[in-house]
C-alpha cells in the first residue's frame, strides 16, 4: 500500500485539522472533534443545514461547508458513520433559535446515528428535520443499506437546501424543497479498480485489467454486473439509461453532474460528459447545467458516476444562487 499518511489510526483527525487549516478565513474546527462548521456559525436568523458521513468521500463532506451551502459537516473514520455525539456537537454549533436541517446519505450507520443525534438534539430544545437522499439506481439493498444507497445527488441536496436556508427559508420550507431535490435526482455509477482503506491496507475488491463493476457503490459494494471494459460512450450510454429508466425526465431542464470516483482524470470525465450531453440531445432532455469533477469520490477508486436533475424554476434558481464553498463556488 502506497499512501500520503502518517498513521493510519490518525488519518481521520490529520485530514480534518489540515482541512480547517487550508481555510481559516472561511472555517472552524470544534474543538477534539471531527466536525468543521463555518467560521460564522451559528449564522443569525438562519437554518442550520449539517451533513457527513465517512471520510473518503473527500471534497465530501467539509469541502461544501459555506455560505449558500453546509454550515456544518461531521467525519467518521473512513467509510464509517460519524457518532451521535460528533452529530450532535455539529447541530449544537449552527443552531441558531431557527432550527437545524440534517442531509443524510441512505445508509443505515448514517440513519441511526443522526436520528440518534436528532433525537438528543431536540431533547435539548433544537428543532431538527432530516432528508434522506437515496439517488442511486444501481440497487434497492445493499451490504450497507437498506433501501437505495445515496451518492453524488447528494451534493446537489447540500446546494439547494443550503441555498433556500442562506435566503432565510425557513426549517418546513428547506425540508419541502430538499425532498423535492431527492424525488428528482437519479445517479448510477462505474469503477475500474478498488479503493484501499489506510487501516485495511489491501485493495476491497479486485477487478482483472479488461473488467469492470457497474453499478458499484461509494464505499466499494457491489454493483449489478462484472463485465468486459468497454469505451467511454458505451459506459456513458450505460449509466445515463439506466437513470433515464428510472425517472421521467422527458421534455424536462437538467442539471448534470459527472463525477469521479477519486483516480480518474479530468479528461476521461469530461469525454464521458461529451456522451451523456449527446444521449440527452437525441432524447428531447435540455441540459441547463453542467457539472464536471469530484464530487463524492471513494479514495482512490477510479470510476465514475453520472447524475441528472429535474429541473423546475424554483430549483433553478437556487442551483445558481451564490456559495462560497471551497469545492462549489458559484
Request: glycine residues 10%; charged residues 25%; contains cysteine.
Amino acid at each position: 500500500m502506497k499512501k500520503i499518511i502518517n498513521n493510519p489510526d490518525r488519518a481521520l483527525q490529520e485530514m480534518v485539522e489540515g482541512i480547517a487549516a487550508a481555510y481559516p478565513n472561511e472555517v472552524k474546527q470544534l474543538p477534539e472533534t471531527t466536525v468543521i462548521v463555518r467560521k460564522d456559525a451559528p449564522v443569525s436568523n438562519k437554518v442550520g443545514i449539517v451533513s457527513g458521513g465517512g471520510s473518503g468521500h473527500e471534497p465530501a463532506h467539509a469541502g461544501y461547508i459555506g455560505k449558500g451551502m453546509l454550515d456544518a459537516a461531521v467525519s467518521g473514520e473512513v467509510f464509517t458513520s460519524p457518532t451521535p455525539d460528533q452529530v450532535l456537537e455539529a447541530i449544537k454549533a449552527v443552531d441558531s433559535g431557527k432550527g437545524v436541517f440534517l442531509v443524510i446519505k441512505n445508509y443505515t450507520g448514517d440513519v441511526i446515528n443522526f436520528d440518534m443525534a436528532a433525537e438528543l438534539a431536540e431533547a435539548e430544545g433544537i428543532e431538527v428535520e432530516k432528508v434522506v437522499v437515496n439517488d442511486d439506481v444501481a440497487v434497492e439493498d445493499s451490504s450497507f443499506t437498506t433501501g437505495r444507497r445515496g451518492i453524488a445527488g447528494t451534493v446537489f441536496v447540500h446546494k439547494i437546501a443550503g441555498a433556500i436556508a442562506e435566503q432565510g427559508g425557513s426549517l418546513q420550507e428547506v425540508k419541502a424543497v430538499a425532498e423535492k431535490v431527492v424525488e428528482n435526482v437519479r445517479s448510477m455509477g462505474m469503477a475500474l479498480t478498488s479503493c484501499i482503506v489506510p487501516a485495511a491496507g489491501k485493495p476491497s475488491f479486485q477487478l482483472e485489467d479488461n473488467e469492470m463493476e457497474i453499478g458499484i457503490g461509494i464505499h466499494g459494494e457491489p454493483g449489478i454486473e462484472r463485465k468486459e471494459m468497454a469505451t467511454a460512450h458505451e459506459i456513458a450510454k450505460e449509466l445515463t439509461e439506466k437513470v433515464l429508466n428510472d425517472r421521467d425526465f422527458s421534455g424536462s431542464d437538467v442539471a448534470v453532474m459527472v463525477n469521479g470516483l477519486g483516480a480518474t482524470p479530468e479528461m476521461e470525465l469530461y469525454i464521458v460528459n461529451k456522451s451523456v450531453q449527446e444521449i440527452l440531445k437525441e432524447k428531447g432532455i435540455k441540459v441547463y447545467k453542467t457539472f464536471v469533477g469530484e464530487y463524492m469520490t471513494s479514495l482512490e477508486m477510479a470510476g465514475c458516476s453520472v447524475s441528472l436533475l429535474k429541473l423546475d424554476d424554483e430549483i433553478k434558481s437556487l442551483l445558481n444562487a451564490e456559495s462560497s464553498a471551497p469545492a462549489f463556488r458559484i
